[in-house]
């Protein structure tokens, strides 16, 4: 089972390529590779940032590789799902180095302003719909999948 530090870190690194949103307020253009859902939401940014934590902070895991391959599915998970939207002008999944920007064939999600003044009311509410169908039902149906399997395999090994 996953500790809870890790699941903490998981979270965070899921949520850090947004950082680059901060590139607004100091004039990065959006289309720039450092600009929104640039350099920060490729799946190489996921890896660095993953192997930059796992060495830092869980360098005794007795599984490495592990908290690596966890920590660099939650950070790339971040410009997947930014690919799913309806808007934008995509993601930069491949840089640095490939400079174009990605959407996936599939685009479910409904695409979140910047700031939380235009996200509250009926825009917002249709967004959460469209992440809870796209995103929340199918990763809860899987993490629970992953909980009975665990637990009929425990079953098994006692009956053993």
Excluded: K, Q
Aim: hydrophobic share 50%; net charge positive.
């Amino acid at each position: 089972m996953a500790s809870r530090r890790l699941v903490l870190w998981g979270v965070a690194l899921s949520v850090a390529p947004d950082l680059d949103a901060i590139g607004f307020w100091l004039g990065v253009p959006y289309d720039s590779p450092f600009g929104h859902r640039g350099l920060t939401h490729s799946l190489f940014f996921a890896l660095v940032l993953a192997a930059i934590v796992t060495a830092a902070v869980f360098r005794r895991s007795p599984s490495p590789i592990g908290v690596l391959a966890f920590l660099f599915l939650c950070a790339a998970s971040h410009g997947l799902f930014d690919a799913m939207t309806d808007g934008g002008r995509g993601i930069a999944l491949l840089a640095p180095f490939d400079g174009n920007r990605y959407f996936l064939r599939w685009r479910p999600i409904r695409v979140s302003p910047i700031g939380i003044g235009r996200f509250l009311g009926p825009r917002g509410l249709a967004i959460l719909e469209s992440e809870l169908v796209a995103i929340w039902i199918p990763c809860a149906a899987v993490g629970a999948l992953g909980l009975l399997m665990r637990g009929s395999g425990r079953r098994s090994r006692g009956d053993a």
